[in-house]
């Protein structure tokens, strides 16, 4: 789909930035036809910054439950239940219909089979969220598949179709996205993967905020100089019809996988990083309505000494200081194949000064794992794996609170879950 070469960043002030301004120029012929142009407008870009504040609030993170259904099939396997939809559905209720969530989880990833489902009871999983006042989020990336002409590496795909799809899962309830894709150290990493993995997550962060506006007119510039015609709550009637209006989180993880120091995770999280940033400024992204979803800068998970947490929390803080602006308002970590205990440890230990941003957590493994344990997959433990799941989201909360101690975890919290070449 043809895009105009221009963005309307301010309804209010109607500046337009690129190269050419849509006022005073002529179309070019009287025959029409279809064109499109993405348009943002001050009430929608609002609505995006709300929704990045109130996931990123204070003793709230996130639960990612976004895995792919192959790879929600490892989990249940992991407990000796096959990979049906029945089951999926049943772990996913258990988690989503669990008391009291929301105190201390603010958002929710889910994959599409659950954005569209129901509980067995037929309320749909969005409504219980909502009424938890958890927001829902819809994982929109297609997966990793080999890099052509890279050492070994892997791209995500995804974006083709991704803004009608965005404004599907927008009707359906969701208001964020997610778009994870990698980064290898010990594979490099190429300068291509990472450029790469930059570009596709601007692109899907930029489509993830705007509005594609299409219709038969004579040439782009006349449909954007209608637009600005529109009184304001017109223009605000548009954008609920048409905007894909989620929160992007960006997420380049680098793997945990290799041998390497901590200092070389330092310097691929910021150079990964500071390509990010260059393609989200040039995709005209709205920094205010996106969230972040790095790994902790961590020695490779082969390496012989393992860091405290104090070490990682300076290592982590200092990348995120060097290469995020404070514009961000929200910083939720992924786990990576930590254990459960490591990953609340050193989200507490980055807690204990003020940050420029909201430091959080956006965990799958590190919230799910003692949840499945618990579980079984018998409908008797449901309680019991609910209220496992309450004491993970209670630790996290309290790291993000900068107030977490161990003291009375369990050894099973304490395992780590790395595997190499981790895929979701
Ligand atoms: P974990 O690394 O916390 O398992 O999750 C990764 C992820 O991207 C979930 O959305």
Not at 84 to 113: C, D, H, K, V
Request: hydrophobic share 40%; glycine share 8%.
């Amino acid at each position: 789909m043809a895009c105009a070469n221009f963005v309307k960043l301010n309804s209010a002030s109607s500046s337009w930035i690129g190269q050419k301004s849509p006022f005073g120029q002529r179309s070019q012929g009287s025959s029409t036809r279809r064109v499109s142009f993405s348009i943002r407008a001050n009430s929608y870009t609002d609505e995006l910054v709300q929704t990045a504040k109130s996931i990123a609030s204070p003793g709230r993170g996130i639960l990612a439950i976004d895995e792919s259904n192959a790879t929600c099939g490892k989990r249940l396997a992991s407990i000796g239940l096959d990979n049906t939809e029945t089951n999926r559905q049943a772990y996913r209720q258990l988690l989503l219909t669990t008391p009291g969530l929301g105190e201390y989880i603010s958002g929710a990833i889910l994959f599409e089979e659950t954005l569209y489902q129901s509980t067995t009871g037929g309320k749909k999983f969005v409504d219980c969220l909502l009424d938890e006042n958890i927001v829902p989020g819809i994982k929109v990336d297609k997966g990793l598949v080999p890099l052509p002409g890279s050492n070994n590496e892997s791209w995500c795909q995804g974006l083709d179709g991704l803004a009608s799809r965005s404004a599907e899962y927008y009707k359906q309830g969701a208001r964020f996205a997610k778009w994870r894709t990698v980064v290898s150290i010990p594979c490099g990493p190429s300068a291509l993967a990472v450029k790469e993995a930059a570009w596709g997550l601007a692109r899907y962060a930029a489509i993830s905020q705007f509005g594609m506006l299409v219709g038969i007119f004579p040439s782009k510039n006349r449909l954007a100089f209608i637009v600005t015609k529109l009184s304001s709550p017109d223009k605000a009637r548009l954008h609920q019809f048409l905007d894909n209006g989620l929160v992007p989180i960006v997420e380049p993880e680098i793997l945990l996988d290799g041998d390497h120091p901590i200092d070389r995770t330092l310097e691929v999280a910021e150079k990964v990083w500071a390509e990010v940033f260059y393609y989200l400024a040039e995709n005209n992204v709205v920094f205010e309505g996106i969230l972040l979803k790095p790994s902790m800068v961590t020695p490779g998970a082969e390496h012989k000494e393992k860091a405290s947490p104090d070490t990682i929390a300076k290592y982590t803080l200092t990348m995120l200081k060097r290469r995020v602006p404070p514009a961000v308002p929200g910083i939720m970590f992924l786990s990576g194949g930590q254990s459960e205990v490591q990953a609340t440890l050193n989200l507490n230990a980055m807690n204990q000064t003020p940050n420029p941003w909201h430091v959080s957590f956006s965990y799958a493994r590190a919230l799910q794992n003692t949840v499945l344990k618990t579980w079984q997959g018998r409908p008797e433990n449901v309680e019991a794996a609910q209220k496992s799941l309450l004491v993970r989201a209670k630790a996290n909360s309290l790291a993000q609170l900068g107030r977490y101690s161990a003291e009375g975890e369990n050894e099973e919290a304490k395992k780590g879950m790395f595997v190499k070449g981790y895929t979701y």
